[in-house]
C-alpha cells in the first residue's frame, strides 16, 4: 500500500499557540497603531476566514508582514511555555508506526517550529520541518515543497486548523483535513469543504485511512 507524506500546520494544529499569538499581539497594538483584542471578540474572529479578518482590520495591509515578523520574532520568547494539542503525540506515533512520512509546513519560523519540536522531544516523530513567510501564499510553499521532494499532489495528505489551509490545499491539488481545535471555528471550516473535518486528533488517524484509501482504491 502507498504510504503517503503527511504534512502539519504547527500553529494550533500541533501546538496551542492562540493564547500567546493573542498576548503578543495585543502587546504590539500601540506601536502598530490598532486596538487590543478583547477576550469576547475572540469568538467572533473564529467564524471569520482570514481575509475577511483583514478586510477588516484596521491594520494597513502594508505593515501586515512587519506586524507577523514582529510576532514570531515575540514567540521565540514563549517556546518554552506553549503545549502540544492534547493527545497529538499519542496520534504521531501511531503514523510513525504506520510508516507514514510526516512533516510540518508552516508559516511560522523555522527557528520557532523546531524549538517546540525540541522542547517536547518530538524530533523522532518528523522526518522534516518546512516553513516559508507568507500570508495567503501557504500553496505557494506547498508547491516549493513537492518540487524540492520530487512528490506529486495524489502523495500529501494536508492538516491544518484555518481556513486558508483548506483553499491553500485546494489550489495545491492535495487532500486537506480540518481540525476544529485550532483557530477558525468548526461552522466556518466545514463552509469551506474539506476533504474530512475532525473534532480530536484521535480522529485522525481514521480520516487519514479513508483519504489514503480514496487515492489507492483499497477499502479501509
Same mark, same amino acid.
Do not use: C
Given at each position: 500500500? $502507498?504510504?503517503? #507524506?503527511?504534512?502539519?500546520?504547527? *500553529?494550533?494544529?500541533?501546538? *496551542?499557540?492562540?493564547?500567546?499569538?493573542?498576548?503578543?499581539?495585543?502587546?504590539?497594538?500601540?506601536?502598530? /497603531?490598532?486596538? #487590543?483584542?478583547?477576550?469576547? %471578540?475572540? @469568538?467572533?474572529?473564529?467564524?471569520?476566514?482570514?481575509? !475577511?479578518?483583514?478586510? #477588516?482590520?484596521?491594520?494597513?495591509?502594508?505593515?501586515?508582514?512587519?506586524?507577523?515578523?514582529?510576532?514570531?520574532? %515575540?514567540?521565540?520568547?514563549?517556546?518554552?511555555?506553549?503545549?502540544?494539542? @492534547? /493527545?497529538?503525540?499519542?496520534?504521531?506515533?501511531?503514523?510513525?508506526?504506520? /510508516?507514514?512520512?510526516?512533516?510540518?509546513?508552516?508559516?511560522?519560523?523555522?527557528?520557532?517550529?523546531?524549538?517546540?519540536?525540541?522542547?517536547?522531544? =518530538?524530533?523522532?516523530?518528523?522526518?522534516?520541518?518546512? &516553513?516559508?513567510?507568507?500570508?495567503?501564499?501557504?500553496?505557494?510553499?506547498?508547491?516549493?515543497?513537492?518540487?524540492?521532494?520530487?512528490?506529486?499532489?495524489?502523495?500529501?495528505?494536508?492538516?491544518? +486548523?484555518?481556513?486558508?489551509?483548506?483553499?491553500?490545499?485546494?489550489?495545491?491539488?492535495?487532500?486537506?483535513? @480540518?481540525?476544529? =481545535?485550532?483557530?477558525?471555528?468548526?461552522?466556518? $471550516?466545514?463552509?469551506?469543504?474539506? +476533504?474530512?473535518?475532525? +473534532? &480530536?486528533?484521535?480522529? $485522525?488517524?481514521?480520516?487519514? @485511512? !479513508?483519504?489514503?484509501?480514496?487515492?489507492?482504491?483499497?477499502?479501509?
Amino acid at each position: 500500500m $502507498l504510504r503517503q #507524506t503527511i504534512l502539519f500546520d504547527f *500553529d494550533g494544529t500541533l501546538a *496551542d499557540t492562540l493564547e500567546a499569538i493573542v498576548e503578543i499581539t495585543n502587546r504590539l497594538s500601540g506601536e502598530f /497603531g490598532y486596538d #487590543t483584542i478583547r477576550a469576547e %471578540e475572540i @469568538a467572533k474572529l473564529r467564524n471569520l476566514t482570514s481575509k !475577511q479578518i483583514i478586510k #477588516t482590520s484596521p491594520i494597513p495591509i502594508s505593515k501586515l508582514p512587519f506586524l507577523l515578523q514582529m510576532i514570531k520574532m %515575540e514567540l521565540k520568547h514563549e517556546i518554552d511555555h506553549l503545549k502540544p494539542i @492534547a /493527545g497529538m503525540k499519542d496520534v504521531l506515533k501511531t503514523l510513525k508506526k504506520q /510508516g507514514f512520512q510526516i512533516g510540518i509546513l508552516s508559516s511560522n519560523s523555522k527557528e520557532n517550529v523546531r524549538g517546540f519540536v525540541e522542547k517536547h522531544r =518530538w524530533e523522532s516523530l518528523f522526518d522534516f520541518i518546512y &516553513s516559508g513567510a507568507t500570508i495567503f501564499g501557504k500553496n505557494k510553499i506547498i508547491k516549493n515543497f513537492l518540487r524540492k521532494e520530487n512528490l506529486s499532489p495524489s502523495d500529501i495528505i494536508y492538516i491544518g +486548523d484555518e481556513t486558508r489551509d483548506i483553499e491553500a490545499a485546494r489550489k495545491s491539488n492535495i487532500k486537506v483535513i @480540518a481540525v476544529s =481545535w485550532g483557530f477558525n471555528s468548526r461552522e466556518v $471550516l466545514a463552509q469551506r469543504h474539506p +476533504d474530512v473535518l475532525v +473534532d &480530536s486528533p484521535e480522529q $485522525l488517524i481514521e480520516a487519514i @485511512a !479513508q483519504l489514503q484509501a480514496s487515492v489507492t482504491g483499497e477499502a479501509v
